[in-house]
């Protein structure tokens, strides 16, 4: 149904899921590295060259060290968004 959409094979197809996954581990990596208000302007700058130059294995990585917000950080996020 979708290959017929888009008129793509098959083949295409599992090519296409990968390379949007891949672009959405991008996308979230750069964003929440832009948006983290922990790191300094020299911090953010080093972390987007790594996503940039590396993007798969610098996605990841710092999806890794970075993604979830802690606990606390959590908690301080909702009590002043209460507030």
Known sequence: M??????IGKPELFLLIPALLWFLLF???FVKCLTNRQFTPTEKALWI???C???FFGALA???AYGKPKKKQANQLTHTSIN
């Open 2 to 7: 979708i290959t017929a959409f888009l008129n």
């Open 27 to 29: 996308a979230m990596a």
């Open 49 to 51: 060259l790594v996503v």
């Open 53 to 55: 130059v590396a993007p």
């Open 62 to 64: 710092y999806l890794i």
